[in-house]
């Protein structure tokens, strides 16, 4: 039972525009939600949360929106860069303050 | 946020061996968690280590498969046992500290 989704596999964008990640999730008790970045042979890297209280949060170039009652979160980057190119996870937290992720998006920005 | 070094950042090991990972933080944290990313696939959480105690494994993990110590609040280590080709994995150390969850460089395994 995946929890936490990402439905798609991978995304092509070009440099200078916007990126739009999606992950949908089940449970409601997710009280917190997490977006990493991951390179090849090198841990995730975090990159913003966002509470289950708000429905925005932005840092620079990333801004996360959460849609609570279509259980829907989604990262925006803009503009993108060749250098964003990476796997893309999302995570919720749920009891015991385990973390458990969505299953990534891969991004690729081109020139 | 926390500095993880986790050790070894790569291991080749034959069918039927152990391997012990350490992870080393640079700061005392409440939460020290294992997880597993299987090729092409999401991170999957193993156990929540704790201080003093026994791990908490998740469903589909158990104790003998993937004993975890956590001696104090900087330092904790995951060792492999007995081990065959399905569990080559990246594993991965993290942690829940006042700068929020961090996570280890990963230690690549490949079982031959």
């Known amino acids: 039972d995946q929890q936490v989704k990402q439905n798609s596999p991978s995304l092509s964008v070009q440099e200078g525009r916007i990126s739009i990640l999606n992950c949908d999730y089940t449970?409601?008790?997710?009280?917190?939600f997490l977006w990493y970045k991951k390179y090849p042979a090198e841990g995730p890297t975090f990159l913003i949360s966002?509470?289950?209280?708000?429905d925005k949060n932005e840092d620079g170039r990333f801004t996360v929106f959460l849609n609570k009652s279509a259980k829907h979160l989604s990262l925006h980057i803009v503009p993108s860069q060749p250098g964003d190119s990476a796997v893309y996870f999302c995570?919720?937290?749920?009891?015991?303050?385990?973390?458990?992720f969505g299953t990534g998006t891969r991004l690729q920005v081109f020139p | 946020s926390a500095v993880i070094s986790q050790k070894p950042s790569r291991d080749i090991c034959q069918r039927g061996t152990s391997l012990t990972i350490q992870c080393q933080v640079d700061?005392?944290?409440?939460?020290m968690f294992w997880y597993r990313q299987q090729p092409g696939q999401s991170l999957t959480l193993i156990a929540t280590?704790?201080?003093?105690?026994?791990?908490?494994?998740e469903s589909g993990f158990v104790i003998d498969k993937f004993p975890i110590s956590r001696p104090n609040l900087t330092f904790s280590t995951l060792t492999v046992s007995n081990m065959s080709p399905e569990d080559s994995s990246i594993y991965l150390c993290?942690?829940?500290?006042?700068?929020?969850?961090?996570f280890g460089s990963g230690t690549r395994l490949t079982v031959v």
């Open positions: 995570a919720a937290r749920g009891g015991s303050d385990k973390l458990i």
């Open positions: 993290s942690v829940r500290g006042l700068g929020g969850y961090t």
């Open positions: 700061s005392q944290v409440t939460m």
């Open positions: 449970n409601s008790m997710f009280d917190y």
């Open positions: 280590a704790n201080q003093g105690s026994e791990a908490t494994y």
């Open positions: 966002i509470s289950s209280i708000k």
